[in-house]
């Protein structure tokens, strides 16, 4: 569901950039192109057709948002980066190191250069 959501989240985003892309903000853009009065969609219902198609895709945009933040994936038992446990098995760099006692050889036997 989180993914399905994300995609269509995406999608809204690419379509309200190409819109607001489209628009001119004083009142030109892809409406300037359609300056004969015989066109099916004249200026003025080309501006109005963009401008509802910005608030519609705003308000899916936030629609999105919203559901998406709701259904995010929250598992009881999560998975452990392997960044946590590397912190939690951490050594110690200020310890000192740990060796095993020498042998009664060892001990006994002096070193001859």
């Known amino acids: 569901m ?3 959501i994300s995609v269509l989240v995406l999608i809204v985003c ?5 819109i607001v892309l489209v628009q001119n903000s004083k009142g030109g853009g892809l409406a300037a ?3 004969a009065s ?3 969609m004249g200026v003025r219902k ?3 057709f963009l401008e509802k198609a910005t608030w519609t895709l705003a308000v899916a ?3 999105f948002s919203i559901i998406g933040s709701l259904s995010i994936p929250r598992g009881v ?5 392997v960044l946590e446990d590397q912190m939690e098995n951490v050594i110690d760099p200020g310890a000192i190191p ?3 006692p020498p042998s009664p050889d060892e001990e006994s036997s002096p070193v001859e250069p």
């Open 61 to 63: 945009l936030m629609l």
């Open 33 to 35: 192109s359609f300056q």
């Open 98 to 100: 740990t060796f095993p």
């Open 77 to 81: 038992e999560s998975e452990r980066s």
């Open 46 to 48: 080309t501006t109005d």
């Open 14 to 18: 690419i379509l309200m950039i190409l």
């Open 38 to 40: 015989n066109q099916y």
């Open 2 to 4: 989180y993914l399905l």
